[in-house]
Every structure is written in structure tokens, then in C-alpha cells.
């Protein structure tokens, strides 16, 4: 029997060699693990990709969004309106701050913001928006900017699926006043742990410079370098812990020059998915801007529930039976006891949220998937449902 047959396909693997496993030893034997020229070096790397002022790094997406959102001001009781059809994460930090989030049901083709929703839901208590661009296709940021100018909203990106990404001819992380990336260990580029927050604002890098590390003052440090000791700090805020260590950032810089290389084997990978699933009960992904470069984060297929004899639930058992991981992108906040609770929602108060969340089932898609995983998973699927 083919011993290959018999391994498992898992949902998500991060693609490392030995560009990164050097560099993360160099960073142990050099006896700098914290925050230091190893992250400096990937922040300014990040920069130069995106042609973006400011790269700050952090050690996870979520603080990114936490402190994205708390450099433009948002406070308590202000609503910031955002997707419900996301990760718990992106909500979260608003509820960090005592905001209040306005959730907006989504398009059932991108499972993006629909932006027609979000012009019903939002009004003067509004003051910022987190668009997220689901599975690394860019959100219809035009209309959003609309929205957001005639209503006063600042935008922050929620770009946790979305590198390399772009919309229109311009990268995203270049055309929001403010964008974070995740590095989760099955995000696009991956450091384990880890996130950026990109901007082209001066006031937005500086507040998160001092905000992300206990609130010291960084500036003060520098001016008075020379004739300070180098023991002296001034704390001016109660901040947070959330610098990225070097261990992380070691990582990361490998990561980042292979950010193409890696969206080409996923985009190769969803072609041949697009193509091989052409006449099953599902609907693929749909692109509205062929255009447009897709990260490819995420490949989630949505079945044809009326069409077959077996749930979603059932669907995943099976192509867990033959070996391969898959995953469910997402369960819509509003239906989790947290959300559900605070806010007294119903399921049918996001109704196509509801219904794409009962269809949707993510298929394995990574750069290290051989040919042979592929055809595996391809496979599975035209098994159960041909
Ligand atoms: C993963 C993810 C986050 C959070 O990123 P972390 O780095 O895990 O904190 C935020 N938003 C979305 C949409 C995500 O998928």
C-alpha cells in the first residue's frame, strides 16, 4: 500500500525552512531575544514593501487592532461599526476601550462587508469603521471611503488575511489611514505569534510607539540620549505589553521575502480548486475584480446544502475520515454567547451571515502543500459530494 495515502493533510502548516531556523538561532547565540535590531530590521522591511511611512511591530494582531483603534481615539461609548462575519478579535479590542460594536451583515458572494448594509446601520455615534478583507480579497474600499467621509468614520483595516493584497492597483496597508497584518501561524506570512501596524501618520505611529510598551516615551529617551543614563525612563501612559521579540521577528523577515513566492502557490492551488469542483453542489469563491490580487489566506467552498443528503457538519467528518483538515470561516459573532448576550441578538438578525456561516467549510490551501495534497483533497471532495 502507498504509505503516502495514509498521511494527513493538515489544514494549515506555516512555510519555514532553514532561512528562518538560522536566523532564529543566530538571535539565541547573539543573546538578544527582546525587541531589538532584528525587529527594527523587519519593521523597516515592512515599510519599504508596502511604501508606507510606518511599520510597527507587535506581538500579535489583535494588540495591532487594540492599539490602532486607540491612537485615532475611540473611547468609551463610541460604536465602531465592523464585520460580523469574522474573528471574535476584531470586535474584541472595541469592547477593550468600552466602545461598542455596530455589526454589519455581508455580501453572500465575498463574504465581505456589504457596504449597502453598513450606509443603513451607521450614524453620528459612529466613529470608526474595521472593514476586514475576508480570506485576502480586498473589501469594496471605495464605497466604504465614501461612507466613511460622509460620516466622519475612521477607517482601520483589519488585513489579518491579507498579504500580498491588493485592491484597485494599490496594495493593502497603502490605502487606509491605518492597517494590521497577523502573523498567527496559519496567517498568510506566519512568525507564530506576531502582528504590524502600517500607517503613513506621524500622531498614529508615535501613540502606539509609546502605547505598545507600557506607555514610556520613547522621544524623551531620544533626546536626552547623551546625557541621560541609560537606566532613565519616563512613563506618561499606563500602556501595554505588546512589542515584538526579536525571537519573532527573526522569522518574520525570511517570511516576508517569500510573501509572493507563497501567494503564487496558493493562487495555483485555488485555480485547480475552481477548476476540479466546476459541476459539484458548492459554490467557489467568487472574485469580483479579476484584477485585484486575492491573498488566498483562505479557499472556503460553500455547499449546495439543498443539493445533497448530508449537512456541513457531516461534510467535515467525512474529509476528516479520509486525512484532511478543513476548518469553518467564521461563526458569526452575533451568534456566540458573548455577543449574543450583550447585544440581545437573534440568528436571524445577520441572515446571510447565518446562512454562509451553515454552508462554508475552509479547505486546506498553503504553500506547502505538494501536488499530491492537492489532488488528495480534490479528491475527498468529489468523493463525498460527486
Ligand atoms: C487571526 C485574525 C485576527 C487576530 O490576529 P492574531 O495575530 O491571532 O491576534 C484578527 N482578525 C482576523 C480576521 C483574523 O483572522
Known amino acids: 500500500m502507498n504509505k503516502k495515502s495514509h498521511t494527513k493533510i493538515p489544514f494549515a502548516l506555516p512555510d519555514i525552512n532553514n532561512d528562518e531556523i538560522n536566523e532564529v538561532v543566530a538571535c539565541l547565540k547573539s543573546g538578544w531575544l527582546t525587541t531589538g535590531p532584528l525587529t527594527k530590521k523587519f519593521e523597516e522591511q515592512f515599510a519599504a514593501y508596502l511604501n508606507v511611512k510606518h511599520a510597527l511591530a507587535v506581538n500579535s494582531g489583535t494588540a495591532g487592532l487594540h492599539l490602532a483603534i486607540e491612537a485615532l481615539g475611540i473611547k468609551k461609548g463610541d460604536k465602531v461599526a465592523t464585520s460580523v462575519y469574522t474573528f471574535t478579535a476584531t470586535s474584541e479590542v472595541i469592547r477593550y476601550l ?60 483589519d488585513a489579518a488575511h491579507a498579504i500580498p493584497c491588493s485592491y484597485k492597483g494599490k496594495k493593502i496597508g497603502k490605502i487606509g489611514k491605518c492597517t494590521v497584518f497577523s502573523f498567527y501561524v496559519t496567517k498568510p506570512i506566519a512568525t507564530g505569534e506576531g502582528g504590524m501596524v502600517v500607517t503613513d501618520s506621524e500622531q498614529i505611529a508615535d501613540r502606539i510607539r509609546v502605547m505598545r510598551l507600557h506607555g514610556i516615551n520613547r522621544d524623551i529617551w531620544n533626546r536626552y540620549r547623551d546625557s541621560t543614563p541609560n537606566w532613565y525612563y519616563e512613563v506618561i501612559e499606563p500602556g501595554y505589553k505588546y512589542n515584538m521579540p526579536d525571537l519573532m521577528a527573526a522569522i518574520g523577515i525570511h517570511q516576508l521575502k517569500k510573501v509572493n513566492q507563497f501567494q503564487k502557490r496558493r493562487q495555483m492551488i485555488a485555480e485547480q480548486y475552481d477548476e476540479a469542483f466546476t459541476n459539484l453542489p458548492l459554490k467557489t469563491p467568487v472574485i469580483v475584480n479579476p484584477e485585484d490580487r486575492h491573498a488566498w489566506h483562505l479557499y472556503v467552498i460553500q455547499l449546495e446544502l439543498e443539493r445533497i443528503q448530508i449537512s456541513r457538519d457531516e461534510f467535515i467528518e467525512k474529509m476528516a475520515e479520509k486525512g484532511i483538515g478543513t476548518s469553518v470561516h467564521f461563526i458569526p459573532l452575533h451568534i456566540h454567547p458573548y455577543w449574543r448576550d450583550q447585544y440581545g441578538f437573534s440568528p436571524n438578525d445577520f441572515p446571510v451571515a447565518l446562512d454562509c456561516y451553515r454552508r462554508a467549510v475552509s479547505l486546506p490551501i498553503y504553500s506547502k502543500m505538494q501536488n499530491d495534497d492537492v489532488d488528495k483533497v480534490i479528491k475527498a471532495v468529489k468523493d463525498i459530494l460527486g
Open 98 to 157: 468600552q466602545a461598542d460594536p455596530v455589526f454589519i451583515d455581508i455580501d453572500p458572494e465575498t463574504l465581505n462587508i456589504d457596504t449597502s448594509h453598513l450606509i443603513q446601520k451607521i450614524d453620528k455615534t459612529t466613529k470608526a469603521i474595521i472593514p476586514v478583507h475576508f480570506a485576502g480579497q480586498a473589501c469594496e474600499m471605495d464605497a466604504i471611503a465614501a461612507a466613511a467621509k460622509q460620516f466622519d468614520l475612521k477607517i482601520v483595516e
